[in-house]
């Protein structure tokens, strides 16, 4: 299994890193995802995407604030990752982001775990 780090970005109030992990491509952000620092998300899941990843966990556990902006993106990845025979996998999140993904129901078209030790046991 390689767990070496393929990248990173940064802007601002958001980090994201980028790890391969077998077949899954696992992807941290840390921060505040919103208007502002969506592109920061955005480019390294399409990156992962074009590279041949379609399986993409998305750790959350360091994300303290996503907006519609960054629900829009997740969306967009899981849509394009589907499209590919993958998908987006959550894992981790914390409460005041869980609470997002409930209010606008979008817990129920991601698969969403507990840890990213879940996730990745998939």
């Known amino acids: 299994m390689d767990r070496g ?37 955005r480019d390294p899941l399409e990156k992962c995407l ?10 959350c556990s360091r ?3 996503c907006d519609s902006t960054g629900l829009n993106v997740l969306l967009g990845a899981r849509l394009k990752a589907e ?9 981790g999140m914390l409460p005041v982001v869980a609470r997002v993904f409930e209010i606008t129901g979008a817990e129920a078209v991601f698969t969403v775990h507990e840890t990213l030790a879940e996730a990745l046991g998939e």
């Open 83 to 91: 499209a590919a025979g993958g998908g987006v996998h959550l894992a």
């Open 50 to 59: 074009e590279e041949g990843y379609a399986r993409l966990v998305v750790d």
């Open 5 to 41: 780090t393929v990248g990173s970005a940064h802007r601002g109030r958001l980090l994201v890193e980028v790890r391969n992990m077998g077949t899954s491509a696992v992807v941290t952000p840390a921060g505040e995802l919103d208007h502002h620092t969506a592109d920061v998300l």
């Open 63 to 65: 994300l303290e604030f």
